[in-house]
């Protein structure tokens, strides 16, 4: 494979959020390092991305992966730690019970998703928490 001279496309499943952090120095990488090769970018719940790098569907898919087949290659790209955004008016939650109490926004791609790091996490503690608001993307 010769990157400079390469003339084809990728095709590349991520979410909205992944777009924003991963694809700007992806492309400048690119159009330096392989000015011939195109991005097809689309967006998938994590089943559906794994689905589609097992069966040739897609070349490379970016997310929060838990378990995948022992025949997908991955690799971490970078950590992040979790946050906590408030409702300005009712201040940020000083312990557990006072994050419990209020409704929460769960960003998933699709119905499938049902938890998240955050559920996993709290579960592991015996807890639960309420979501409120079911997003598909990050930037909302």
Known sequence: ???????????????????????????RHMRREA??????????????????VADGQLDLA????????????????????????ADAGQGVPST???YLARPHVLVAAGPDQRAAEVDAALARLGHARRVAVRLPHWTA
């Open 96 to 98: 557990l019970q006072a």
């Open 62 to 85: 970016l997310s929060v992966f838990g378990e995948t087949p022992a025949d997908i290659r991955r690799a971490v790209l970078f950590l992040e730690d979790f946050v906590c955004a």
């Open 1 to 27: 494979f010769e990157p400079a001279a390469s003339r084809r496309a990728f095709r590349l499943a991520m979410s909205d959020y992944g777009a924003r952090v991963a694809l700007p120095p992806l492309l």
């Open 35 to 52: 000015p011939g090769i195109d991005l097809e970018i689309s967006y998938a719940s994590r089943s559906g991305m794994i689905a589609g």
